[in-house]
C-alpha cells in the first residue's frame, strides 16, 4: 500500500489514467477562467498588460462610456430570459403533454420536434435570414398575398421587431429540448396517481395542475437554470444576424456580444479594452453562477416528492 | 380546460409543431435545387426539375469541401481525445478510493461551470503563447477541455452502475488494472460512451465562436466558421447559399435520423435523469 491508500498497480494505473484528463482540464479551462479574473485588476493597453489598478475595470464599467452600453444590453439579456421563460418553455411543456398523450405517431414526432436542436444556430440563423427577408423572403411574400401588407416588416431590420424575431427563431431551434426534458419528466411520474385520481372524478385540467405540474418541478428547475444560464451567455444568434454589434442599431445587443468587443475591438468601437472586457466577463460569470445558483435552491425548495 | 381532454387537440398541437419545423427546411433544400433567377419569379415554385447547379458552384467555386474536412479532423481528434481521457479519469474516480478522491471529483464538478467563451482572451494569448493559435491542434485541446468535465462526469456515473464484483473476479483471474478497464468495463459501459460522444461532438460540430476566435487561415477554417464567409460572397446568389446551408446540415440530420433515440438521450444529459 502507497501514501495514498491504493496498491501499487492501481497507483500507477490512476495516475497513469487520471492525470492527463484533468491535467487538459486545469490547463484550457481553470488557469484562463482565474487568468481573466487576474486581467481585470490590470489595465491594458492593447494586448500588453500595464500597471495593477485594483477594481478599476468594475467602476469603469459604470462610468461614461461603457454604462449606457452595459445597462442596455443587461435589459436585453433580461427581457430575452424572461420572453424565453415564457414562450419556449411555455410552448415546451404544451408539446411535451401532447407528447404524452398522443399515442400514434409519438417516435416520428418526438423526432421531427427535437430535429432542429440539432441543428448548428449558424445555419438557423442564416436559413431565417432568408425566410425573413424583406422583399424576397417568402414569410413577407405570405403576407403580402393574403393582403396583410402592414404586416409585411423589415423583421431583422428595424429597431423594434428585431429583438423579438430573433427569440422567436431562438424558439424554433430550441422548443424541442425542454420538451424533451418535460416528456421524461411526465413519463417518469407513476401512472397510478393519475388514475387514481381520474376514479375519483378529477377533471383532465384538475389533473395537470394538482398533480403533473407539481411533479414536474424537477424539470422546470432544470429547464430555468439551463434557460438562465443560456439566456445570460447569449451570442451565436445575435452575432449570425446581427453582427458584434448588435444591429440594428444595437437592438439584438447582449452581454456577451459587449464582451467580445471589447476583448477583440470593433469596426466601429474601435481598439479593444482587454481590462473592462475582463471585468464584464467576471460579472457576466458572476451574474450567471449566483442566478443558476439561487434559482436550483429556491426552486427545489417547492418541488415534492413522489 | 375542455380543451385538455381532447385528443384531437394534442394531436393538432403535434401536427402543427410539425409543419412550423419541416416547412423551412423542405424551403433550404427545394431552394437549393432552383436557379437563383426563379426565385424573383416564384418564391415558393417546387424544384420539379431539380437543378444540381448550386452544388457545383458550392463544392468547386471556394473552400467548401476543405471546411468540411477541418470540421471533421476537428471533431474527430476532440472526440477522440475526450473518449479516451474521460473513460481513465472516469473510471479512477469511480472505482478508486484514494485521498483527495472527493476533492478531484469536486474539481471536475466545477470545471462543467466555467465556459470556455468567458476565458477566450486568456486562452488567446496563452495559445499564442503555446504557438496554438491559428492550429487545429490548439482548437481541439480546448474543445477537449470544455467538454471533459461533463464527459468524466458521465462516464464515472457509468462505472459506478456496474458491479465491483467484476473487478474482483478479474484481479483474481490476474487481470492487470489496465486489462481489467479495457477487457471487462470498457465493453459495458459503451453505451455511456456513446452518449458522450453525442454530447460533445454536436457542439463541437456546430460552434462557430472559437474558431471564429482562434483560426484565422483560411484553409484551416471549419464548416460554420466557413458559411460566414461564404455567406459574404454569394449574399446575392440565394440557390448557391441555400446548397451551401444544406451541404452543411446534412451530415448532422443523417446521422439523426438514424441514430435519433441516442442523440435525444445524448444531447439531453444531464438535464434528463437516467
Avoid: C
Wanted: hydrophobic share 55%; net charge positive.
Amino acid at each position: 500500500m502507497s501514501k495514498s491508500g491504493l496498491k501499487r498497480d492501481q497507483h500507477r494505473a490512476a495516475l497513469f489514467l487520471l492525470v492527463p484528463g484533468i491535467l487538459t482540464i486545469v490547463l484550457f479551462t481553470t488557469v484562463p477562467a482565474l487568468t481573466t479574473l487576474s486581467y481585470s485588476l490590470f489595465a491594458w493597453v492593447g494586448f500588453q498588460r500595464g500597471d495593477f489598478i485594483g477594481l478599476d475595470n468594475f467602476l469603469r464599467l459604470f462610468e461614461y462610456p461603457f454604462r449606457d452600453q452595459f445597462f442596455m444590453v443587461l435589459r436585453h439579456n433580461t427581457l430575452v430570459f424572461i420572453a424565453v421563460m415564457i414562450f419556449q418553455t411555455g410552448l415546451g411543456l404544451l408539446v411535451a403533454y401532447a407528447l404524452f398523450k398522443v399515442v400514434r405517431g409519438r417516435r416520428a414526432y418526438r423526432t421531427i420536434v427535437f430535429l432542429p436542436v440539432i441543428f448548428s444556430l449558424v445555419i438557423v440563423g442564416y436559413m431565417w435570414q432568408t425566410l425573413l427577408d424583406p422583399f424576397y423572403g417568402p414569410i413577407n411574400q405570405i403576407l403580402l398575398k393574403v393582403g396583410l401588407t402592414d404586416w409585411a416588416l423589415p423583421w431583422l431590420g428595424d429597431t423594434r421587431t428585431a429583438l423579438p424575431t430573433l427569440v422567436f427563431i431562438n424558439l424554433w431551434r430550441w422548443v424541442g429540448f425542454p420538451a424533451i426534458v418535460f416528456l421524461a419528466g411526465l413519463n417518469a411520474i407513476n401512472q397510478e396517481f393519475i388514475e387514481a385520481a381520474r376514479i375519483d372524478g378529477a377533471s383532465e385540467g384538475q389533473i395537470f395542475r394538482k398533480i403533473l405540474f407539481p411533479l414536474l418541478a424537477p424539470s422546470l428547475t432544470i429547464i430555468t437554470v439551463l434557460t438562465f444560464i443560456g439566456a445570460f451567455e447569449w451570442f451565436d444568434l445575435p452575432f449570425v444576424l446581427g453582427g458584434s454589434n448588435g444591429s440594428p442599431a444595437g437592438a439584438t445587443d447582449t452581454l456577451a456580444l459587449m464582451f467580445y468587443r471589447l476583448s477583440f475591438g470593433s469596426v466601429d468601437s474601435g481598439a479593444n479594452n482587454v481590462g473592462v472586457g475582463s471585468a464584464l466577463g467576471v460579472v457576466i460569470f458572476t451574474i450567471v453562477g449566483l442566478g443558476a445558483a439561487l434559482g436550483s435552491n429556491l426552486l427545489r425548495r417547492r418541488e415534492v416528492e413522489m | 380546460m375542455k380543451l385538455l381532454a381532447n385528443r384531437t387537440f394534442y394531436q393538432s398541437v403535434l401536427i402543427i409543431n410539425a409543419i412550423l419545423v419541416l416547412t423551412p427546411i423542405f424551403f433550404l433544400i427545394n431552394s437549393s435545387l432552383r436557379e437563383t433567377s426563379e426565385f424573383s419569379r416564384s418564391p415558393f415554385g417546387l424544384a420539379r426539375n431539380p437543378y444540381w447547379g448550386n452544388y457545383t458552384s458550392v463544392w468547386s467555386g471556394g473552400e467548401f469541401p476543405s471546411y468540411l474536412l477541418n470540421s471533421l479532423i476537428i471533431t474527430g481528434g476532440s472526440l477522440f481525445l475526450i473518449a479516451i481521457l474521460s473513460v481513465g479519469a472516469g473510471f479512477v474516480l469511480a472505482r478508486y478510493q484514494f485521498r483527495g478522491s472527493k476533492l478531484v471529483l469536486a474539481f471536475v464538478l466545477t470545471g462543467m461551470l466555467i465556459p470556455a467563451k468567458l476565458a477566450i482572451l486568456p486562452l488567446f494569448i496563452q495559445l499564442k503563447w503555446m504557438g496554438l493559435l491559428d492550429s487545429r491542434i490548439g482548437l481541439i485541446l480546448v474543445y477537449t477541455s470544455a467538454a471533459l468535465p461533463a464527459a468524466i462526469f458521465i462516464m464515472s456515473g457509468f462505472f459506478r452502475s456496474l458491479p465491483l464484483d467484476l473487478d474482483s473476479a478479474a484481479r483474481i483471474d490476474g487481470a492487470s488494472e489496465l486489462q481489467l478497464l479495457r477487457r471487462v468495463l470498457i465493453p459495458l459501459v459503451k453505451p455511456g460512451m456513446a452518449i458522450v460522444a453525442i454530447y460533445s461532438a454536436i457542439p463541437i460540430w456546430n460552434d462557430f465562436f472559437l474558431p471564429l476566435v482562434f483560426l484565422q487561415s483560411p484553409e484551416k477554417k471549419t464548416i460554420m466558421q466557413g458559411l460566414t464567409v461564404f455567406f459574404g460572397q454569394y449574399a446575392s446568389q440565394w440557390g448557391v447559399l441555400f446548397a451551401g446551408l444544406t451541404l452543411a446540415a446534412l451530415p448532422l440530420v443523417i446521422l439523426y435520423l438514424i441514430l435519433s433515440e441516442q442523440f435525444i438521450k445524448g444531447l439531453t444529459a444531464g438535464a434528463v435523469k437516467g
